[in-house]
């Protein structure tokens, strides 16, 4: 009862500010990386992420490249000075878990038959972590493979939702994350209508889980406006379209 009352106030105000509803401030600056391809760096709350696309570019070792389509490796990394505790800079089961999610809610938005043979790399670098950094690697890598002029089906939209003191709230934070009864990553494809992404750490009954979902989605449709508007003012600025 104790984590609950410092979670959230019986008004349903959360532990920074926020009431159950509310996203946390996010931005997105898109074309941040002279040397890539494509990139964007998004701050989602606290978390602040960069993410670097290169390709589409030949495959080493040649062996596994694949002849009727490209592929898509990514690679998700926390800096050692993105946590309060130095992390150990050598990649952990954490980040190469979530390096694998990363491309499994990727590739579906992806046109990668146009680039046989070709591979196409996503680096997203974690610069300081707050909850929900996995939803907002994946906005920030979704950006930047738009950036980069991938063809895409759709742009990839990530929030999570979750349980907090018994109540449903959108966008965990870190404490949330921590300690609230459960997490649930989401990512779609807005306008394709398809769910790319959908993880839930904790229990939920079939209402809870139902309302935590929607919840979610309904996120990841405001967030995707926020790139939509970050990739349509860098085309604007710089006169390309």
Not at 95 to 106: M, N, P
Not at 224 to 230: G, L, S, V
């Amino acid at each position: 009862m104790k984590i609950m009352t410092q979670l959230m106030t019986e008004d349903g105000i959360r532990c920074d500010g926020r009431r159950v509803d509310q996203l946390r401030n996010i931005s997105i600056k898109v074309g941040v990386l002279k040397n890539a391809d494509g990139s964007a760096y998004i701050e989602f709350g606290k978390n602040k992420i960069l993410a670097g696309v290169f390709g589409p570019r030949d495959v080493h070792p040649k062996h596994m490249a694949n002849q009727d389509t490209g592929i898509l490796r990514c690679r998700y990394h926390m800096s050692p000075f993105s946590v309060t505790e130095r992390k150990n800079p050598a990649p952990s089961r954490r980040e190469i878990e979530i390096s694998k999610v990363l491309k499994e809610a990727l590739q579906p938005a992806l046109i990668l038959k146009d680039f046989p043979r070709t591979v196409i790399d996503v680096f997203v670098e974690v610069l300081q972590a707050d909850g929900g950094s996995r939803c907002a690697a994946l906005d920030a890598a979704a950006v930047a493979l738009a950036d980069a002029g991938i063809p895409m089906r759709d742009l990839v939209s990530a929030c999570a939702a979750g349980k907090v003191a018994d109540r449903i709230v959108l966008d965990v934070n870190n404490e949330e994350d921590q300690e609230g009864q459960a997490d649930m990553p989401v990512a779609i494809m807005p306008n394709v209508g398809k769910v790319t992404l959908m993880q839930l750490d904790g229990i939920l009954t079939t209402e809870e889980y139902k309302t935590c979902l929607q919840t979610a989605i309904g996120g990841c449709r405001t967030v995707y406006e926020i790139q939509r508007k970050a990739l349509v003012e860098k085309y604007f600025e710089s006169g390309d379209k």
